[in-house]
């Protein structure tokens, strides 16, 4: 029998193991440009390791899921963060789980909102883009660069999640 994911709200305090949730946050924010524009500030710090690596910037266009959905795999990056905002102001789903013996334990799932977006630490277990509805464009940060930057991980018996609720 599958073993069902509850989907949570996401939040700073929840993410916190995983990463950075990418979303105005008043504590951060500098009025620059003679006053003219908010800046909220370090929000996420990009991670680019590797001799001859360096930070881009990407636009990725997630196809949506449909649910229930089969979570049979996850992935990570060694060598670098990876980042995703949401440009269509659209909620997608984000699913972590934690490093248990170089492998991922538990999936969590995060529902985050069209203003939010997420920054996931280097090497941590992540599902890859869940963009819900319809296609949605997210702009990604992450590392280029030589050295294999990806490791995925299937698992036996997948874990399943129900349609989020609108």
């Known amino acids: 029998m599958p073993e069902f994911l509850d989907i949570r ?6 993410f916190a193991p995983f990463g950075e949730v990418i979303e105005a946050d008043p504590a951060s924010m500098r009025l620059i440009n003679g006053g003219t524009t ?13 001799e001859g690596a360096r ?9 949506p899921r449909s649910f229930p959905y089969a979570v049979d795999m996850m992935e990570r990056h060694p060598f670098g963060s990876q980042s995703f905002s949401p440009v269509s102001g659209r909620p997608f789903l984000v699913v972590v ?16 909102r069209g203003d939010q977006g997420v920054n996931y630490r280097r090497n941590v277990w992540h599902h890859p883009l869940m ?5 949605s ?9 030589p050295g ?16 989020p609720a609108s």
């Open 9 to 14: 709200p996401l939040t700073r305090l929840a």
């Open 38 to 50: 908010e800046r909220f500030h370090a929000l996420a710090a990009a991670e680019a390791a590797g």
């Open 55 to 63: 930070v881009i910037i990407n636009l990725f266009r997630g196809q």
């Open 97 to 112: 789980s934690e490093d248990e013996g170089g492998r991922p334990g538990r999936p969590q799932v995060f529902l985050a």
């Open 131 to 135: 963009a819900l509805g319809q296609a």
């Open 137 to 145: 464009d997210f702009l990604v940060v992450d590392r280029d660069g």
């Open 148 to 163: 294999n930057n990806l490791e995925e991980f299937f698992f036996e018996t997948p874990f399943v999640i129900k349609e």
